[in-house]
């Protein structure tokens, strides 16, 4: 799987979990992450995949065709195909979603774990890894606003994890980007967003590069500060 799946099928909350499926799946299909026309994996490596039994996982899939975002084909080829929605990714909708308690709730994790995954990546990464790194940032400062953003941000930061060379922080940035991921890189998006965004990834792989631990986790820490401020921000006024 490339990053952008790895993040789509982590495993789900343990809680509502058929809400939650849907909500993933739903989500990765209106954000780009998931194609139109793509094949989901079979409903056995699905529900493997998601942390689900295959009952909650066809309970899902049978709202997501009910909401017109997968189509079901029988036969020889057949399986669950994604339709893509007539309307991009509803930032206010989810919003509403989400109080701005649990909003900050979230930030904080994530702040704290993006915060040591960078600080560990300036102290462990290799030559390799912060290649990696400039070519997702070169990537990323020649593509316009929309889906493709969408994964390259993603993965950049699943990348400053994995340089970590820690297993369980890449596996926690992966369920993160899961659950708060699409509201950041929608918050990301916006125009008066963009240029600072552009900035702190260039800032944090600057410090990575340069064994700044201490300056690699100010910066990944302020970076999901400052778009959980703007998603309160955000809420609030709604």
């Known amino acids: 799987m490339d990053s952008a799946h790895l993040v789509v099928f982590a495993p789900v909350d343990n809680t509502a979990r058929v809400h939650a499926v849907v909500r993933r799946l739903g989500d990765a299909i209106a954000l780009g992450l998931l194609a139109d026309g793509e094949q989901l994996p079979s409903e056995t490596d699905l529900s493997a995949f998601l942390g689900v039994s295959t009952v909650t996982l066809r309970e899902a899939l049978m ?31 989810r919003l509403r979603s989400l109080s701005a308690e649990e909003l900050r709730d979230l930030g904080d994790h994530y702040a704290a774990i993006a915060g040591a995954a960078a600080r560990l990546a300036a102290g462990r990464s290799l030559p390799g890894d912060v290649r990696r790194l400039r070519r997702s940032l070169e990537e990323m400062a020649g593509a316009g606003s929309g889906n493709g953003m969408c994964r390259l941000d993603g993965r950049l930061h699943l990348e400053v994890a994995a340089a970590s060379q820690s297993g369980r922080l890449t596996r926690e940035e992966i369920r993160l980007q899961a659950e708060i991921g699409p509201l950041v890189w929608a918050v990301h998006e916006l125009p008066d967003q963009r240029d600072r965004v552009d900035a702190e990834h260039a800032r944090l792989i600057e410090a990575i590069e340069a064994a700044d631990a201490a300056g690699a986790r100010d910066v990944a820490e302020s970076h999901v500060s400052n778009a959980v401020e703007r998603l309160i921000e955000r809420r609030l006024a709604l």
């Not at 975002?69 to 029988?74: A, F, N, P, Q, V």
């Open 63 to 93: 709202a997501l065709r009910q909401q017109g975002l997968i189509e079901t084909r029988r036969g020889r080829g057949g399986g669950s195909f994604v339709r893509a929605p007539a309307r991009a990714f509803d930032l206010d909708e």
